[in-house]
């Protein structure tokens, strides 16, 4: 069993391009079922260091792959393209 606040302390990790897209801010969960419906995370959206610039993202549950030591390993998105890249 895991408890939510080991949870929170995990960074999640997109495994579709590998981006760390922050940490567990909030859990979303169904009381009646006593299950987790989503995970609310905040990431940094690329502003200065000293700017409040964090986005609020939602993941569900069934995004989530592998949660880990560390990290939770998340399935959302689009995969990793290297034309980005002019390879």
Do not use: P, Q
Not at 29 to 38: L, Q
Not at 48 to 55: A, D, I, N, P, V
């Amino acid at each position: 069993m895991i408890r939510v606040s080991d949870i929170m302390e995990k960074e999640i990790i997109n495994v579709k391009n590998g981006k760390r897209m922050g940490f567990i801010t909030d859990i979303d969960m169904d009381v009646n079922e006593g299950k987790v419906i989503s995970f609310s995370i905040s990431g940094d959206s690329g502003r200065g260091f000293f700017s409040r610039g964090y986005e609020e993202e939602a993941i569900s549950w069934n995004d989530i792959l592998k949660i880990g030591c560390d990290t939770i390993i998340v399935n959302i998105g689009s995969e990793f393209n290297l034309d980005e890249f002019n390879i």
